[in-house]
């Protein structure tokens, strides 16, 4: 209990110690276990605790990093210089080469996030909610504009840790430039608490993608939590599929050129359960397919039901040699039953199941059972912190 994993950008698994430094808190959203009203038992480490415990963890490899969040104690400003004095006691006096992500706080005093992403690998800003209405309804002292600030205040520290020395004022020749939060930021948003759709998230993920160069965007299941404001939060958590397709929306669209308005557009303001969104999106524009895999631009193999990016560039590579068939596209691991139907190759004209035939979605969709893993999946208490 309190180790996660996490997975790097290259594909590697690591283990991180997540906990908080404290679950008291002076703020009161509602949909926080750790509200100020909740009558949750309370406990608190010093940050000198923190630092102990990952040491000891480390040491025996059972972590390789360190994820700390907390509730707000006495001000912000106080809360952030706790969390920053962890980071760089580990780092200062310890010589910690392990992974940090701390989660910052908004109003916190720009020294104080200053102080925070000199130690950090990676800071995140929770913005919990994808609209003020919504704040103010369950998070009335959390401000959307304070919030987005505070992000761009973090990417523009970012901006200047990579430019190039000669660029910063005042640095002298042959100096590094400063370090600050390398691995990028990274924010939060709950979904299911309030009657947002999955177009309004995906159109606030979009907007702080391209306005902060957020590394992630995280997507929350709300769960129901004990002691609930009556009136104020569905008594029913979303299905946790719903979460899943909201993440491979988000993969879409930092990875696969999607914009948020193709794969949700006006009418369908939800993403569909049954299927994922890029086989949605295939069966809405059915007109674009059949793809010939020899002759494709990058950017269309791309939006090819059950063609990864791996995939795509190893096609790439391979038709420069010689023209693609169908037993190229099994050596490669490509889900057939998904990919043929929208592809021709040079042994096959056109497609196996013809796009026109009423019966495509349901020979696509996943059968039920292969999606009650979600249901039968553990929740996880709501918590604006973690």
């Known amino acids: 209990m309190g180790i996660c994993h996490s997975y790097t950008p290259d594909g590697r698994c690591v283990s991180l110690l997540k906990i908080l430094l404290t679950n008291l808190c002076i703020y009161d959203c509602a949909y926080c276990i750790n509200r100020r009203s909740s009558s949750v038992e309370r406990e608190r480490f010093t940050p000198e605790e923190v630092v102990r415990l990952t040491l000891d963890f ?7 990093g360190l994820f700390l969040s907390s509730g707000i104690i006495r001000s912000s400003d106080h809360t952030m210089e706790q969390l920053a004095r962890v980071a760089r006691t580990l780092r200062v006096d310890h010589g910690f080469q392990g992974y940090i992500h701390l989660k910052t706080i908004p109003d916190a005093s720009p020294e104080l996030i200053a102080e925070a992403g000199r130690w950090a690998d990676r800071l995140s800003i929770n913005v919990e909610l994808p609209s003020q209405r919504d704040l103010v309804a369950l998070a009335p002292e959390k401000d959307l504009v304070q919030i987005r600030s505070a992000m761009g205040g973090i990417r523009e520290r970012i901006d200047e840790s990579k430019a190039p020395v000669a660029s910063i004022v005042g640095a002298r020749r042959g100096a590094a430039a400063p370090r600050f939060a390398p691995a990028g930021q990274s924010t939060q948003m709950i979904v299911g608490a309030t ?3 999955d177009q309004t998230i995906l159109h606030a993920a979009s907007a702080l993608y391209s306005a902060h160069r957020l590394r992630r965007v995280y997507y929350s299941a709300f769960s129901p939590i004990p002691d ?6 569905p008594l029913v958590a979303p299905p946790l599929v719903r979460e899943h397709r909201l993440y491979q929306a988000d993969w879409l669209l930092r990875f ?20 994922d969104p890029k086989l949605s999106w295939a069966l809405r524009h059915r007109e674009q397919f059949p793809v010939d895999l020899n002759a494709a631009p990058r950017e269309m193999l791309l939006r090819v039901p059950g063609l990864g990016t791996k995939s795509v560039n190893r096609i790439i590579r391979i038709r420069r040699w010689h023209r693609l068939r169908l037993d190229d596209l099994m050596r490669l691991k490509v889900p057939l039953k998904r990919t043929l139907p929208f592809v021709t190759a040079a042994d096959r004209i056109g497609p196996a199941l013809t796009l026109d035939r009423g019966d495509l979605r349901a020979r696509l969709t996943p059968r039920p059972e292969q999606l009650d893993m979600f249901a039968a999946a553990p929740r996880s208490v709501s918590t604006g912190q973690l």
């Open 228 to 233: 609930p404001m009556v009136g104020v939060l």
């Open 58 to 64: 480390y040491r025996r490899n059972y972590i390789e």
């Open 256 to 275: 696969y050129g999607f914009a948020w308005n193709e794969l949700l557009p006006d009418d369908e303001p939800n993403l569909d359960l049954a299927i």
């Open 195 to 197: 009657a947002a759709t």
